[in-house]
C-alpha cells in the first residue's frame, strides 16, 4: 500500500520523505529522505520532455546538489534520461 500525508514541512509517500520541492520552467526537483534507510536522493523530472532523473546525495552536499541537481547529477544517468526521450535503447 502506498500512502501520502502531508504535514507542515514535509511529504511522506510511501517510505520516502520530501523534504523539499521547487519547480521551475517545467522543471520539477524533490530532495527525498529514506526513513528506512537514512538515504538522501534528489528526483528531478522534466514536464516538458517527460525526462526523469534520480541519484543518492551525500547529507553534506543535500542542499546543494538540491539547488543545482544537473551539477552534481552522475552524467551517465543525464545521459540515460535524454536517449530515453529521443526513443534510444538505454545502456
Do not use: C
Not at 526537483?29 to 526523469?52: G, P, Y
Amino acid at each position: 500500500m502506498n500512502t501520502t500525508a502531508n504535514t507542515a514541512d514535509t511529504t511522506v509517500t510511501g517510505r520516502f520523505e520530501e523534504l523539499d520541492y521547487r519547480e521551475s520552467d517545467g522543471i520539477q526537483v524533490s530532495l527525498l529522505w529514506s526513513r528506512a534507510t537514512n538515504a538522501l536522493s534528489v528526483v528531478v523530472i522534466d514536464t516538458k520532455t517527460d525526462e526523469q532523473l534520480e541519484f543518492s546525495v551525500e547529507p553534506a552536499r543535500a542542499r546543494d546538489a538540491f539547488r543545482h541537481p544537473f551539477a552534481y547529477a552522475p552524467s551517465d544517468a543525464v545521459e540515460t534520461a535524454s536517449r530515453a526521450t529521443v526513443g534510444e535503447p538505454r545502456a
